[in-house]
């Protein structure tokens, strides 16, 4: 993944009724707003674990057809999502600003070569199961 995210990189939200809403992706190095964590992804497990508790995580998620990941070179990979597929964020709030973060967990076993993690997907008929927990 990368190590920085552009200035006001948008990232698509599916709504509730089926729209799309674009939303800041994160908190860039150049933007260093402190309200919210440096970087644009979070780990399930520190979700899990409380860290986001501050900034009211709700659960969306980000309807593509492809998501791309960066190896330990540098080099870009692009990995289609089969149809039906979407990734999971997080969205975080804190003085009326939102941000979106993609939610990570561990790399499959054959693309571990790339990364240690990388977006977590999920089947969209799980919708709702999304939109009320980040419980696997």
Not at 27 to 35: G, I, L, V
Not at 54 to 64: F, T
Not at 103 to 128: F, G, N
Request: proline residues 7%.
């Amino acid at each position: 993944m990368a190590e920085y995210l552009l200035h006001d990189a948008r990232l698509p939200v599916l709504l509730r009724h089926g729209g799309v809403t674009w939303m800041t992706w994160g908190n860039s190095k150049k933007e260093a707003n402190r309200d919210f964590f440096n970087g644009g992804w979070t780990r399930l497990n520190s979700i899990k674990a409380g860290k986001w508790k501050p900034w009211h995580p709700r659960p969306v998620i980000i309807p593509a057809d492809s998501f791309m990941e960066k190896d330990h070179d540098e080099k870009s990979h692009w990995f289609p999502l089969a149809p039906g597929m979407v990734i999971q964020a997080l969205l975080a709030e804190r003085k009326g600003e939102k941000r979106v973060y993609v939610v990570t967990e561990e790399t499959p076993l054959e693309y571990s070569w790339i990364h240690d993690r990388w977006p977590r997907l999920k089947r969209l008929s799980d919708k709702r199961n999304i939109a009320t927990s980040y419980v696997a």
